[in-house]
């Protein structure tokens, strides 16, 4: 892989840059209540909710409000314990001096991203929420709204996540580069694969 064009650095959010520590699993009873209680389930539960806004009264008129209340406040808890991993935000500060733009693209829902940006106190060139973007990774959508904002050809793009499919396969399918970032417990990619976010130091010099 040559990196050699790279003007732009984007990235997944979650186990990439931040990570949740207090793990809840807010969505499980809601994806089990919508299975169970909609005439006509739908296909992927997960893209639909990273989607909209996440308002679950008006999203769901039938969930009854005890389990409203309970999914809202595993959520709350969850989006209170998101923090930074080490190597984020010195490779984001090195990068931005190098003269890189940097950019977030994550599958995320609205209440999660202003605790996530706030474990990310540095300046974004942009910021794609598959909320804002009406399209969720790896819907081609999503990285051609990342390309737009960011206003730099979609080659000289570096994609970096922890998800195959989202984070390198569909990000070079719509022509960026893209690294996998295997934190020790994802499954191995050969060939496009680093430890950690401080090997991207060494992969890309000053502009």
């Known amino acids: 892989m040559t990196l050699a064009q790279?003007?732009?650095?984007?990235?997944?959010?979650?186990?990439?840059?931040?990570?949740?520590?207090?793990?809840?699993?807010?969505?499980?009873?809601?994806?089990?209540?919508?299975?169970?209680?909609?005439?006509?389930?739908?296909?992927?539960?997960?893209?639909?909710?990273?989607?909209?806004?996440?308002?679950?009264?008006?999203?769901?008129?039938?969930?009854?409000?005890?389990?409203?209340?309970?999914?809202?406040?595993?959520?709350?808890?969850?989006a209170a314990s998101i923090a930074a991993f080490d190597d984020a935000?010195?490779?984001?500060?090195?990068?931005?001096?190098?003269?890189?733009?940097?950019?977030?693209?994550?599958?995320?829902?609205?209440?999660?991203?202003?605790?996530a940006l706030a474990a990310l106190p540095v300046p974004w060139d942009a910021i794609t929420w598959s909320f804002k973007a009406h399209a969720a990774k790896p819907n081609p959508m999503i990285y051609a709204d990342l390309i737009r904002t960011l206003d730099v050809q979609s080659d000289e793009i570096l994609f970096v996540g922890d998800h195959i499919e989202n984070d390198v396969t569909a990000p070079r399918r719509a022509g960026m580069s893209a690294l996998y970032l295997r934190r020790g417990y994802q499954p191995l990619a050969p060939n496009h694969e680093i430890a950690s976010l401080d090997t991207l130091l060494t992969l890309l010099p000053d502009l």
């Open 6 to 78: 790279i003007r732009a650095v984007a990235f997944d959010a979650f186990d990439t840059l931040v990570q949740i520590r207090q793990p809840q699993r807010p969505l499980s009873l809601l994806q089990t209540w919508m299975r169970a209680t909609l005439a006509e389930p739908r296909l992927d539960d997960y893209e639909w909710l990273m989607t909209r806004d996440f308002d679950l009264a008006a999203l769901f008129p039938g969930l009854p409000s005890q389990t409203i209340d309970h999914i809202n406040s595993a959520i709350a808890l969850e």
């Open 89 to 115: 935000l010195p490779t984001l500060s090195v990068l931005r001096d190098r003269g890189y733009k940097t950019a977030l693209c994550s599958n995320i829902l609205t209440p999660y991203a202003a605790p």
